[in-house]
Nanobody, 118 residues
Framework: QVQLVESGGGLVQPGGSLRLSCAAS????????MGWYRQAPGKQRELVAR???????NYADSVKGRFTISRDNAKNTVFLQMNSLKPEDTAVYYC????????????WGQGTQVTVSS
């Protein structure tokens, strides 16, 4: 089965930046619209950003202007550049196909932890 692996999370101060990566074990990632999702403690998972197979993007209002989603089809990788981070951005970040109920990448992975704190 094709799997996704998230990486790049860590501890950062408010106002700092992180770049998350989502790498696929297969060569099919470029065929799908992809999204970054996050889940904070006690909260439901929410969509943060999405990118279509053609490169069109959408962002949640809470991150618009601060986060940028991109993809490198040759490397089967999706990125999330996060700038001007706020404590409210603290969460576990996951990637998946936008069509989550019929995702070709199986169930949700473990994600990568992003902690924004002084």
């Amino acid at each position: 089965q094709v799997q996704l692996v998230e990486s790049g999370g860590g501890l950062v101060q408010p106002g700092g930046s992180l770049r998350l990566s989502c790498a696929a074990s297969g060569s099919i990632l470029s065929l799908y619209a992809m999204g970054w999702y996050r889940q904070a403690p006690g909260k439901q998972r929410e969509l943060v950003a999405r990118i279509t197979s053609g490169g069109r993007t959408n962002y949640a209002d809470s991150v618009k202007g601060r986060f940028t989603i991109s993809r490198d089809n040759a490397k089967n990788t999706v990125f999330l550049q996060m700038n001007s981070l706020k404590p409210e951005d603290t969460a576990v970040y996951y990637c998946n196909a936008d069509q989550t109920l019929t995702s070709p990448f199986g169930s949700w992975g473990q994600g990568t932890q992003v902690t924004v704190s002084s």
